[in-house]
RNA sequence: GCCGGGGUGGCGAAACUGGUCAUACGCGCCUGACUUAAAAUCAGGUGUCUCCUUUGGAGGCGUAAGGGUUCGAGUCCCUUCCCCGGCACCA
């Protein structure tokens, strides 16, 4: 028998699938291939980096375990593969001196495309597409067109966070604990005009379409937590002096008797006019710049601090006026960025009253009784609580106090229901090179204008330098910089920003439909047949990121009529990280063990088993290599057996001897495992458990089929020695071959091993016919001499059957 | 602080709806076979304590800790401790 040699045949196999496009699938074009049970299986598309890490490794592995089972149950599987090849790592090497972003990452995207061939992934190369791809993000922009002609994207100022450094912009995902991710500087909040996606006009659709997908419940919980929907009032406070009214939004309008003052943002639009010709006006002014000036940390972490305005607003409920503060703990972006302050019963509200000597007013207390008089102290809020102090509404139980009040002020036009969310509009506009054009021209006088559908790609330009410097790199190309205005052929400037690169990911999905389509992103009926990806893995990490942008989009492509499916994915599974030194893996850490290595040692067949063998899927792993070698032993083991077999092993029968059952369990197992509990770990210990059943016995009747099943059922894993040994046993292409079905027949046992316990503990186990009614079992049971020895002159109260299982006498 | 995920052998982990001496499968370790030797391979052993008429057998204790429900709990309930991750002035 010849060695095992795993470059050797994973080359070959490798060649094989690819000559006979084994992995490649079309779309449909006739009604009856629309027909065919379709299953879109994907996984989150790789930043190129320059490697694969092992997170990658698992990722795209359990991928392809799945791919190959359900090919093999004869759906339909479209898999494809692509890269999300803008971003800032490819820019910053170029900053470097690394050369152009470009080169850079098409080096790098050739790199990695190399090493998912060298895993055997089965992926559909046909249709891997790249986000830097002109023919790509010229539809980015497209659709950027069609967002902005909804009204969905919009220019607006609002803060963003700026690193002093860097001179630029920074998304959210890039400031580490208020610092900047690649220098280390404190992160400033600026006011700056940006582009924005209207994904807070989705809020409620965003939640309530949970209900329609199969996501990890903590999944959609982070979601929940992210929109953060609260129902709560708007209320209107009149400043009589300057005739006009304050709106705050409060959850507590129950607790309006207890406002003793009111708090704005310092970046409120009112402020400056409120201060004005107060005496206050001078330390306003002062408090707003030097609030400015402030980073993010401090804002958060300092002590609460304030100034008065020098203007009062009148309570609603009490009628009486109350001092208009300004104060930082107080967001513009949320709610109305204006409060009713209730020091008594709100935390940083009394922290705020009690550096200030502002009055506290309790107006709720525990149902269950009066607490003590505790005027001035702050006080939690309780789940049951009932309204003091509160006018004609004392008494009431506060929740119904709080629609009473709402009622009571609505009549007036005073208050009304209101609901805020803590989602913010997503910013995608970002001042840096490596992205995605916005193709907008500002015009003198038409204002801003969309670059017209036949123009487009509006193509990434060349500049000399990459270096954020204030302004967009790519302003620095004057000639690309000046157009003539689309509309009236006046002077005219490019949008010189570039987006997010989420926008580009935010549809990937959708151009693998079509990717080849060059007079629109894709064809409707196509992605409607294969929409929405029936499996997606990949990081939790993406659940308000990716996961989120990606939802919105497909519900307003949905709503422009460009798709079908309100959701892009309807089932999801998360990997867990793969950890070194207790940080996950990631090339920013520097702590990446590159699956290369492994693979030319051990074979990719052993580097994928192993992964998958570390343990479950879904949980964080810490990486070691101890254990490779145990995979290794296992594949050289099941070469040496199968090969035996091969040669020795009758060639017919199977019989309902064990090994033919422990065969058939074990396909029971493994499908059950991979099918229905997505568990990837157990499958591989249980076909051991198999190949260790038919090692002593290749002269079995039944070794040819359990040999036969062994490779068939590790093919998903690790189809280079699986497709080989198939081979050597004398049939042809594995791949396609229906997925085993159990023997229904051969699972269920003639006879079962009867346990046998006297209080609970195990005592015994006989061999009983399956068939045997209660009363008998529990005869055979009694007559266990171990069982008697324990039973020994002890009454028997109870004697517990559990058919099929278990005898438990109670003495 | 809040939310989420965990805590089982020397290690990675099994035990899926409470029911077969809990620890499958693999790693590591120990013993033996093969070999000049090593590697590789193969066979066997491997929670812990106690006892016995000791090539074998019997029993006690063991799933972070304590309590509870149950004929029976790693699995369900309560309390506590520890680890990991995420969010954190959102009115």
């Given at each position: 028998m010849d060695?095992?040699?795993?470059?050797?045949?994973e080359?070959?196999?490798?060649?094989?699938?690819?000559?006979?496009?084994?992995f490649?699938?079309?779309n449909p074009?006739?009604?009856?291939?629309a027909e065919?049970?379709?299953f879109y299986?994907l996984?989150?598309?790789?930043?190129?980096?320059?490697?694969?890490?092992?997170?990658?490794v698992l990722?795209?592995?359990?991928g392809?375990?799945v791919?190959?089972?359900?090919r093999?149950?004869?759906f339909?599987?479209?898999?494809?593969?692509?890269?999300?090849?803008?971003?800032?790592?490819?820019?910053?090497?170029a900053?470097?001196?690394?050369?152009?972003?470009?080169?850079i990452?098409?080096?790098?995207?050739a790199?990695?495309?190399?090493?998912m061939?060298?895993?055997g992934?089965?992926i559909d190369?046909d249709r891997?597409?790249?986000?830097h791809?002109p023919?790509?993000?010229r539809?980015?922009?497209?659709?950027?067109?069609?967002?902005?002609?909804?009204?969905?994207?919009y220019?607006?100022?609002a803060?963003?966070?700026w690193?002093?450094?860097?001179?630029?912009?920074?998304?959210?995902?890039?400031?580490i604990d208020?610092?900047c991710?690649?220098?280390g500087?404190?992160?400033?909040?600026?006011?700056?005009?940006?582009?924005?996606?209207?994904?807070?006009?989705?809020?409620?659709?965003?939640?309530?379409?949970?209900?329609?997908?199969d996501?990890?419940?903590?999944?959609?919980?982070i979601?929940?937590?992210?929109?953060?929907?609260?129902e709560?009032?708007?209320?209107?406070f009149?400043?009589?002096?300057?005739?006009?009214?304050?709106?705050?939004?409060?959850t507590?309008?129950?607790?309006?008797?207890?406002?003793?003052?009111m708090?704005?943002?310092?970046e409120?639009?009112?402020?400056?006019?409120l201060?004005a010709?107060?005496e206050q006006?001078?330390?306003v002014?002062?408090?707003?710049?030097?609030?400015?000036?402030?980073?993010?940390?401090?804002?958060?972490?300092?002590?609460k601090?304030g100034v008065?305005?020098?203007?009062?607003?009148?309570n609603p409920?009490t009628?009486?006026?109350?001092?208009?503060?300004?104060a930082?703990?107080?967001l513009?972006?949320y709610?109305?960025?204006?409060?009713?302050?209730?020091?008594?019963?709100?935390?940083r509200?009394?922290?705020?009253?009690?550096?200030y000597?502002l009055p506290?007013?309790?107006?709720v207390e525990?149902?269950?009784?009066?607490?003590?008089e505790?005027?001035?102290a702050?006080e939690?809020?309780?789940?049951?609580?009932?309204?003091?102090?509160?006018?004609?509404f004392s008494?009431?139980?506060a929740?119904?106090?709080?629609r009473?009040?709402v009622?009571?002020?609505?009549?007036?036009?005073?208050?009304?229901?209101?609901?805020?969310?803590r989602?913010?509009?997503w910013?995608f506009?970002?001042?840096?090179?490596?992205g995605?054009?916005?193709?907008?021209?500002?015009?003198?006088?038409?204002?801003?204008?969309?670059?017209?559908e036949d123009?487009?790609?509006?193509?990434l330009?060349?500049?000399?330098d990459?270096?954020?410097?204030?302004?967009?790199?790519?302003?620095?190309?004057?000639?690309?910089?000046?157009v003539p205005?689309p509309r009236?052929?006046?002077?005219?400037?490019?949008?010189?920003e570039?987006?997010?690169?989420?926008v580009?990911?935010?549809?990937?999905?959708?151009r693998?439909c079509?990717p080849h389509?060059?007079?629109a992103?894709?064809d409707?009926a196509?992605v409607?047949?294969w929409?929405p990806?029936d499996q997606?893995?990949g990081?939790?990490?993406h659940a308000t990121?990716?996961l989120?942008?990606?939802?919105?989009?497909?519900?307003?492509?949905?709503?422009?009529?460009?798709?079908?499916?309100?959701?892009?994915?309807?089932?999801?599974?998360?990997?867990g990280?793969?950890?070194?030194?207790g940080?996950?893996m990631?090339?920013?850490?520097?702590?990446?063990?590159a699956?290369?290595q492994?693979a030319?040692?051990?074979?990719?067949?052993?580097?994928?088993?192993f992964?998958?063998?570390?343990?479950?899927?879904?949980?964080?792993?810490e990486?070691t290599?101890?254990?490779v070698?145990?995979i290794a032993?296992f594949?050289?083991?099941?070469?040496?057996?199968?090969?035996e077999?091969?040669a020795?092993?009758?060639?017919?029968?199977a019989?309902?001897g064990p090994?033919?059952?422990?065969?058939?369990?074990?396909?029971?197992?493994?499908?059950d495992?991979?099918?229905?509990?997505f568990?990837f770990?157990?499958?591989?210990?249980?076909?051991m458990?198999l190949v260790?059943?038919?090692a002593?016995?290749?002269?079995?009747p039944?070794?040819?089929?359990?040999?036969?099943?062994?490779?068939?059922?590790?093919?998903?894993y690790?189809?280079?020695i699986a497709?080989?040994?198939?081979?050597?046993?004398?049939?042809e292409r594995?791949?396609?071959?229906p997925w085993?079905?159990?023997?229904?027949?051969?699972?269920?046992?003639?006879?079962?091993?009867?346990?046998?316990?006297v209080n609970g503990?195990?005592?015994?186990?006989v061999?009983?016919s399956?068939?045997?009614?209660?009363a008998?079992?529990?005869?055979?049971?009694?007559?266990?001499?171990?069982?008697q020895a324990?039973?020994?002159?002890?009454?028997i109260r109870?004697?517990?059957?559990?058919?099929?299982?278990?005898?438990?006498?109670v003495?």
């Open positions: 060695r095992y040699e795993p470059q050797q045949i080359a070959k196999w490798q060649r094989v699938w690819e000559d006979a496009r084994a490649y699938v079309s074009d006739s009604p009856e291939q065919r049970e379709k299986m996984e989150m598309l790789p930043y190129p980096s320059g490697n694969l890490h092992m997170g990658h990722n795209y592995t359990l392809d375990v791919t190959h089972y359900r093999r149950q004869g339909t599987v479209l898999r494809p593969m692509g890269f999300d090849s803008f971003g800032l790592p490819a820019e910053n090497a900053i470097r001196g690394g050369g152009h972003p470009r080169e990452t098409e080096r790098n995207i790199a990695i495309r190399a090493q061939h060298r895993l992934w089965a190369w891997e597409v790249s986000a791809q023919e790509y993000y539809w980015t922009q497209w659709l950027f067109l069609k967002f902005f002609e909804a009204g969905l994207a220019r607006k100022a803060p963003v966070n690193c002093p450094n860097d001179q630029t912009v920074l998304a959210n995902e890039q400031v208020g610092r991710e690649l220098c500087a404190e992160v400033e909040s600026r006011n700056l005009e940006q582009w924005f996606f209207r994904i807070t006009a989705y809020a409620d659709a965003l939640l309530d379409d949970h209900a329609t997908i996501w990890p419940e903590r999944t959609k919980a979601q929940r937590n992210w929109i953060g929907r609260s709560g009032a708007e209320v209107l009149r400043v009589e002096e300057l005739d006009l009214d304050l709106p705050v939004f409060t507590r309008p129950d607790t309006l008797f207890g406002a003793t003052f708090v704005l943002a310092p409120h639009p009112l402020v400056e006019q201060a010709g107060t006006e001078a330390a002014r002062e408090y707003v710049k030097h609030t400015a000036a402030r980073s993010t940390v401090e804002r958060e972490t300092k002590e601090d008065f305005t020098g203007r009062y607003a009148v409920a009628g009486e006026p109350i001092p208009i503060w300004i930082d703990y107080v513009m972006e709610g109305t960025g204006a409060i009713m302050a209730v020091p008594a019963h709100d935390e509200d009394f922290e705020f009253a009690q550096r000597g506290v007013v309790r107006v525990p149902a269950g009784g009066t607490a003590e505790s005027e001035g702050f939690a809020h309780t789940a049951n609580e009932r309204l003091v102090n509160s006018g004609q008494g009431m139980p929740p119904e106090g709080a009473a009040i009622e009571w002020l609505g009549e007036r036009g005073r208050a009304r229901p209101a609901v805020s969310y989602l913010r509009d910013g506009s970002r001042q840096r090179y490596w995605c054009p916005i193709p907008i021209v500002y015009c003198r006088e038409c204002g801003i204008v969309p670059v017209p123009e487009l790609p509006v193509l330009p060349e500049v000399k990459y270096r954020p410097k204030g302004i967009p790199p790519l302003a620095s190309n004057q000639e690309w910089l000046h205005c009236c052929g006046g002077e005219a400037v490019r949008e010189a570039t987006m997010d690169t989420f580009d990911s935010s549809w990937y999905f959708l693998y079509d389509n060059d007079s992103p894709f409707r196509i409607d047949y929409m990806v997606y893995i990081g939790i990490d990121g990716h989120l942008y990606s939802r919105f989009f497909v519900k307003v492509m949905n709503e422009l009529g460009f798709v079908g499916c309100r959701e892009p994915f309807a089932g999801l599974f998360h990997q990280w793969v950890r070194l030194g940080s996950k990631s090339k920013s850490r520097g702590n990446v063990t699956p290369d492994l030319e040692m051990y074979g990719a067949d052993a580097v994928r088993l992964i998958l063998f570390m343990g479950p899927a879904d949980q964080d792993m990486w290599e101890e254990g070698e145990g032993r594949l050289r083991r099941l070469w040496r057996i199968v090969n077999v091969s020795e092993a009758p060639r017919d029968g019989g309902d090994l033919a059952r422990k065969t058939h369990q074990t396909i029971a197992k493994v499908s495992d991979i099918g229905r509990r568990v770990n157990t499958p591989i210990a249980a076909v458990e260790n059943e038919l002593p016995a290749t002269n079995d039944a070794a040819r089929q359990a040999a036969e099943t062994v490779v068939s059922l590790i093919q998903p690790a189809p280079h497709e080989e040994l198939w081979e050597r046993l004398g049939h594995l791949w396609e071959q085993p079905v159990a023997d229904e027949s051969l699972l269920e046992r003639e006879t079962f091993e009867l346990v046998i316990q503990r195990v005592r015994d186990r061999e009983v399956a068939d045997l009614p209660e008998e079992l529990i005869e055979r049971a009694k007559a266990s001499p171990r069982v324990q039973l020994d002159g002890k009454e109870q004697a517990i059957v559990v058919p099929r299982k278990l005898v438990n006498f003495v």
